[in-house]
């Protein structure tokens, strides 16, 4: 049901319009200059999120109550939102969008869009659903998403749509998810030989390094940038996205086939001062080039994410509850200028 009222809202017309819910946009004129900045056109996202192919259930670690999923060309990230959630970013969207234009090679991942779902007003969740399936467009996802709604009554529902930090995933290997803390930030590794692909955590990335060279500096002042903003917007929680591509013989070392995109990375750039001002840096000829570093030998994928957490009343009681349940251990509810500068220092500490 997702799927398909996603794409009525995606489109400008339909040959058969589903009926049956109820499909709101939210900040639909700024998410659409977002789009249009990253060369993105209203044609390809649509094909991406369109019918064509189910979507694809993600299988996170996270402990929240988020359904994630990814389309059927893993290159956009849905993930369902709380209301409070979705309220605290779009109040926030303005600097968000100011700070992207200050710094077009930021690390925050690229917000593409926000909706609400519902089945409509008298219509039961089965009859859409019925409706659906005579249209060509159900799937499995359908009942994913509508196991958690009764048959008489649909609460609304939000989701946010981004571009994905793990993008292409063809030949990544390794996956993390960062937040500079110990409690809570260990993930069983699967089997051997298992097809299911883990983001693992903190703890499981002990003993690693990431190998940049050159890069290191732009990626410090980088994040020092990010960390710094987030901070300013009172958010916590967010997590740096890491994933580890091995580079072919061919694709390492400056006589490579790697070419750089010098004049889109420094397109509107009127002196020197202003590109030390907005950190830019030359960007690999690849998709998804703002979230990709190469190191000498390793590709790097590399993303803030989940944006959206304030440190409000609930989050400082989770503080002071962790204080005494966790004495001495580091966990991830801190006031947002200790999580910003302990990200920070991670990043740090496990670059060279």
């Known amino acids: 049901m997702m799927q398909a009222g996603l794409w009525a809202a995606t489109q400008v017309s339909i040959d058969h319009p589903l009926t049956g819910f109820e499909l709101g946009t939210l900040a639909g004129p700024a998410f659409a200059w977002l789009r249009h900045s990253l060369g993105l056109t209203e044609k390809d996202y649509q094909a991406s999120l369109g019918p064509g192919n189910p979507y694809l259930q993600f299988l996170s670690t996270s402990k929240s109550k988020a359904s994630f999923f990814l389309s059927h060309d893993q290159r956009f990230f849905l993930k369902t939102q709380r209301r409070r959630e979705v309220q605290a970013f779009l109040a926030r969207m303005p600097r968000y969008m100011q700070h992207l234009q200050r710094h077009p090679h ?32 159900s799937g499995w996802l359908q009942d994913k998403i509508l196991s958690s709604l009764t048959p008489y009554h649909c609460p609304q529902k939000y989701f946010i749509i981004m571009q994905s930090v793990f993008y292409p995933a063809s030949r990544i290997s390794e996956r993390y998810d960062i937040k500079g803390c110990e409690v809570s930030r260990w993930v069983d590794p699967a089997p051997e030989g298992s097809p299911l692909i883990l983001v693992l955590k903190d703890l499981n990335f002990q003993g690693k390094t990431i190998y940049l060279g050159p890069q290191r500096t732009w990626l410090l002042r980088q994040m020092e940038l990010d960390t710094t903003f987030l901070q300013e917007l009172n958010v916590l929680d967010y997590s740096l996205l890491v994933a580890f591509q091995c580079l072919h013989k061919d694709e390492r070392g400056p006589g490579s086939s790697l070419v750089f995109r010098t004049a889109r990375s420094v397109q509107g750039v009127q002196s020197q001062h202003e590109l030390g001002a907005q950190n830019r840096r030359l960007l690999p000829e690849a998709p998804n080039a703002l979230h990709i570093l190469d190191g000498p030998e390793q590709r790097y994928f590399l993303g803030l994410v989940d944006l959206a957490t304030v440190y409000g009343l609930r989050k400082r009681l989770e503080r002071l509850w962790k204080t005494l349940r966790y004495p001495g251990r580091t966990f991830s509810t801190v006031s947002p200028a200790r999580y910003a500068r302990r990200l920070y220092q991670w990043v740090e500490t496990h670059t060279e």
Do not use: I, N
């Open 106 to 137: 930021s690390l925050l991942v690229r917000l593409l869009g926000v909706h609400s779902l519902r089945v409509a007003r008298g219509k039961k969740v089965g009859e859409v659903e019925a409706e659906a399936t005579r249209l060509g467009r």
